[in-house]
C-alpha cells in the first residue's frame, strides 16, 4: 500500500462554522469524530451482521458480532450470489434512516446555512478480505463522473470500528480543486478509476464507531485493501 499521511481531524472545530466551511474548501474533505450516535450505528450493525450469517458470508465457528468473514461465500456486487444476501441488508428500515439523522442534516446546515437535500443516491458496501484470488478494493475515482450536476458532498461511515487495515477511506487532499480527471473502466467497488496521474496527498486514518468523512464530489478517494479476517460494512 502506497504511504499515506493521517486525517487532519476537525472535530476541534465542529462549533466553528467558517473555519469548517474554508477547510472543507480548502482539502476538499472533512473528518469528524463520533458525528452519529454509536448506538444507532450498532443496532442496524447487528441487524446486517444477522442477515450477512443467514445468507452464509460469516464463519459459522465464529460469534456473529466478530463479523469473520467466510472466505469460501467471498462475493461482490453486482454478481447475483452477492445481491442474494444484498437484497436483505439493504431493506433495512432503519440502515436508510441514518443518512438523514438530525446529526447529520444540522451539521450539514451549520456548514452552509441552508436546509440540506439528503441525496437519493445511497450506497451500502460489504467488503470481503482481500486475499490472492480475491480483491474488490474501491480504486481511485471521483463521485462527480456517477451523480453530475451541482456540488455535491458525500458522508462515509463504516457500520462498527474501522481500523485502515480493515479498509478505511483514504482522500487525496486538494484533489477536487482539479476539476473531473479523465477515467477508465475499472473492476473494483464504482468500476470507474482515474486513469491520469492524481494531484494532492494521500491521507486515511482509522475509524470509530460514529466517525464520519465527508468530502466533495470531485475529492479523488479510494478505499485501502482489507488486509483483516472480517467483513467490512460501510455506507456512503
Known amino acids: 500500500m502506497q504511504k499515506m499521511e493521517k486525517f487532519l481531524d476537525s472535530t476541534p472545530i465542529c462549533d466553528d462554522r467558517a473555519a469548517l466551511k474554508e477547510r472543507l474548501d480548502r482539502d476538499?474533505?472533512?473528518?469528524?469524530?463520533?458525528?452519529?450516535p454509536k448506538e444507532a450505528i450498532m443496532r442496524v450493525r447487528t441487524r446486517l451482521l444477522e442477515k450477512a450469517a443467514e445468507g452464509g458470508w460469516l464463519n459459522e465457528s465464529t460469534p456473529v458480532e466478530?463479523?469473520?468473514?467466510?472466505?469460501?461465500?467471498?462475493?461482490?456486487?453486482?454478481?447475483?450470489?452477492?445481491?442474494?444476501?444484498?437484497?436483505?441488508?439493504?431493506?433495512?428500515?432503519?440502515?436508510?434512516?441514518?443518512?438523514?439523522?438530525?446529526?447529520?442534516?444540522?451539521?450539514?446546515?451549520?456548514?452552509?446555512e441552508e436546509p440540506p437535500l439528503a441525496h437519493p443516491t445511497f450506497v451500502q458496501r460489504n467488503i470481503f478480505p482481500q486475499r490472492e484470488d480475491f480483491d474488490f478494493t474501491t480504486q481511485?475515482?471521483?463521485?462527480?463522473?456517477?451523480?453530475?450536476?451541482?456540488?455535491?458532498?458525500?458522508?462515509?461511515?463504516p457500520i462498527g470500528d474501522c481500523p485502515v487495515e480493515k479498509g478505511s477511506l483514504a482522500i487525496a487532499t486538494g484533489s477536487h480543486r482539479f476539476g473531473v480527471l479523465d477515467t477508465k473502466v475499472g473492476s473494483g467497488a464504482g468500476g470507474m478509476d482515474i486513469s491520469v496521474p492524481i494531484p494532492g496527498q494521500?491521507?486515511?486514518?482509522?475509524?470509530?464507531?460514529?466517525?464520519?468523512?465527508?468530502?466533495?464530489?470531485e475529492?479523488?478517494?479510494?478505499?485501502?485493501?482489507?488486509?483483516?479476517?472480517?467483513?467490512?460494512?460501510?455506507?456512503d
Open 28 to 36: 476538499g474533505y472533512l473528518f469528524i469524530r463520533k458525528l452519529l
Open 66 to 112: 466478530s463479523a469473520i468473514a467466510n472466505q469460501a461465500a467471498a462475493c461482490k456486487d453486482p454478481e447475483d450470489r452477492y445481491m442474494k444476501v444484498f437484497r436483505n441488508l439493504w431493506a433495512d428500515e432503519a440502515l436508510h434512516r441514518l443518512r438523514t439523522h438530525p446529526a447529520i442534516l444540522n451539521f450539514f446546515e451549520n456548514i452552509f
Open 140 to 157: 481511485p475515482h471521483q463521485d462527480k463522473v456517477h451523480i453530475g450536476g451541482d456540488t455535491n458532498y458525500a458522508m462515509w461511515v
Open 202 to 217: 494521500w491521507v486515511t486514518g482509522s475509524f470509530d464507531v460514529g466517525d464520519a468523512l465527508i468530502f466533495c464530489d
Open 219 to 235: 475529492t479523488v478517494h479510494q478505499a485501502v485493501p482489507n488486509q483483516t479476517n472480517e467483513l467490512r460494512q460501510s455506507f
